[in-house]
C-alpha cells in the first residue's frame, strides 16, 4: 500500500516538476520504440542532458585534437545522460548490459547520432518553454489542476510524436 502510494506521488510529479516530466517522457519514448530506434533513444539521452551542452561548448573551442575527443566526449555525455535517466523508472528497463551496448552502439554510430542531438535539443528547449508557460498558466489560476495535468498529458504526446516525425528540412 506504501509503495502504490509513492508510485502515485512519483507520477503526480510530473505534472509540477519539469525535470520529473522530462525523465517520464524519456522512459515512455523508450517503452514505445527507443529500443528499436537506438540511434533517436541515444540522441534524445545526450540532447537532453545539460553536460552534453556544456562539453560540446568546451570542443568548439579546443584545437588539433578535436576528432578524438568528440567520441570521447560523445561517450562521457552518453554516460552522464544514462545516470540521469537511470535515476527513475527507466533505470528498470535498462540493466548495465543494455547501457554498455548503447555506448558501443553511439562509437559505431556517432554520425548519424550527432545529426539528430541539434533536432531533439530544439524540441526538449520547445518543450521546457511550454511545459514553463503552462506551469505560469495554473499558478496565476488561469488553468486548474485538472487543465493542467490534461495540458501537460497532451504536451508530453505531443513531445513523443515529435520525436520520431521527419524534420521540416528533410
Request: charged share 20%; proline share 2%; no cysteine.
Given at each position: 500500500m506504501a509503495a502504490d502510494t509513492a508510485e502515485l506521488e512519483k507520477n503526480q510529479q510530473i505534472y509540477t516538476d519539469f525535470d520529473?516530466?522530462?525523465?517520464?517522457?524519456?522512459?515512455e519514448y523508450y517503452k514505445i520504440g527507443g529500443k528499436s530506434k537506438r540511434?533517436?533513444?541515444?540522441?534524445?539521452?545526450?540532447?537532453?542532458?545539460?553536460?552534453?551542452?556544456l562539453a560540446m561548448d568546451s570542443l568548439k573551442s579546443g584545437s588539433g585534437v578535436r576528432k578524438l575527443a568528440v567520441g570521447a566526449v560523445g561517450v562521457v555525455a552518453l554516460r552522464i545522460g544514462l545516470r540521469y535517466a537511470l535515476s527513475g523508472p527507466?533505470?528498470?528497463?535498462?540493466?548495465?548490459?543494455?547501457?554498455?551496448?548503447?555506448?558501443?552502439?553511439f562509437v559505431k554510430n556517432r554520425g548519424e547520432i550527432a545529426g539528430k542531438i541539434t533536432r531533439y535539443r530544439t524540441l526538449v528547449a520547445t518543450l521546457k518553454e511550454s511545459y514553463a508557460k503552462?506551469?505560469?498558466d495554473h499558478r496565476d489560476g488561469?488553468?486548474?489542476?485538472?487543465?493542467?495535468?490534461?495540458?501537460?498529458?497532451?504536451?508530453?504526446?505531443r513531445f513523443l510524436s515529435d520525436l520520431d516525425a521527419e524534420?521540416?528540412?528533410a
Open positions: 520529473e516530466f522530462l525523465k517520464s517522457a524519456i522512459t540511434g533517436n533513444f541515444i540522441a534524445l539521452i545526450i540532447a537532453s542532458g545539460e553536460a552534453a551542452s527507466l533505470g528498470i528497463l535498462l540493466a548495465g548490459a543494455t547501457a554498455a551496448s548503447l555506448i558501443a552502439y503552462l506551469q505560469s488561469r488553468l486548474d489542476d485538472q487543465q493542467r495535468d490534461l495540458m501537460v498529458d497532451g504536451l508530453m504526446k524534420p521540416a528540412d
